[in-house]
């Protein structure tokens, strides 16, 4: 069965610190997202990796940036954290080829930045 | 640019039918998809069309009509466990399977 593991349920982080999130698929996916989702708006794209070492930017990619070193690993770092980065992160993984490729999600992340 | 939009919030009781639409608005269209997502779990997908016509799968169907640019999810004999945010989901003309979500519906399913 698919797999996608965010390495934290809950973190909380102070104003300007730099801040990890990590997601790991089993996969053997092609392609890997991070996403943040605030009510009312949705699934909103951050950052998107196609490849090892490859990324694209989303739809919101200010503040952020990512590494994928390897394949089953995709990373999303917060430069200097700031309040307004308080957010659900969802990473999500998809094989490559073909339109319909489901989005396997993992179980997110809730940051809170004080 | 890419928008979608789908009512925010739709409630109805077990055994009823309930449809819940999406417009969208895309450069470029390859297919719409849908997602279930509970309190505090992760979006799971539920369907996907890329053609006009109704997809069915056990007790839920989705519709798409590429000219109206709109499609709509159908859940039939609702159950309590019905109870999600459903997110209609947009691939555009770019790749890597990149998806574009809407808002998000909120379905409340009451006995």
């Known amino acids: 069965d698919v797999k996608v593991t965010q390495s934290s349920r809950y973190l909380v982080k102070r104003t300007g610190e730099k801040v990890f999130l990590e997601c790991v698929q089993d996969?053997?996916?092609?392609?890997m997202f991070w996403y943040r989702q605030d009510p009312g708006l949705g699934l909103r794209l951050i950052y998107f990796?196609?490849?090892?070492?490859?990324?694209e930017k989303g739809d919101i990619p200010e503040g952020y940036s990512v590494s994928r070193e390897k394949k089953e690993r995709f990373s999303l770092i917060l430069e200097s954290a700031s309040t307004n980065q308080t957010s659900m992160y969802l990473c999500?993984?998809?094989?490559?080829?073909?339109?319909?490729?489901?989005?396997?999600f993992g179980d997110g992340t809730r940051l809170s930045i004080l | 640019g890419q928008s979608l939009e789908q009512p925010s919030e739709v409630t109805a009781v077990e055994g009823a039918i309930v449809q819940i639409n999406c417009t969208y608005q895309?450069?470029?269209?390859?297919?719409l998809s849908w997602y279930q997502q509970h309190d505090g779990g992760a979006p799971t997908f539920l369907s996907y069309?890329?053609?006009?016509g109704l997809e069915e799968t056990g007790r839920f169907s989705s519709f798409l009509s590429r000219s109206d640019s709109y499609g709509y999810l159908l859940l039939q004999e609702l159950q309590m466990k019905d109870s999600a945010s459903y997110f209609c989901?947009?691939?555009?003309?770019?790749?890597?399977?990149?998806?574009?979500f809407g808002t998000g519906t909120r379905l409340l399913v009451s006995p």
């Open positions: 895309t450069s470029g269209f390859y297919g």
């Open positions: 069309n890329a053609l006009d």
């Open positions: 996969m053997d996916h092609e392609n």
């Open positions: 999500a993984s998809t094989a490559a080829g073909g339109h319909n490729q489901p989005q396997h």
């Open positions: 990796s196609y490849d090892v070492k490859m990324k």
């Open positions: 989901a947009v691939r555009g003309n770019t790749g890597f399977q990149k998806l574009v």
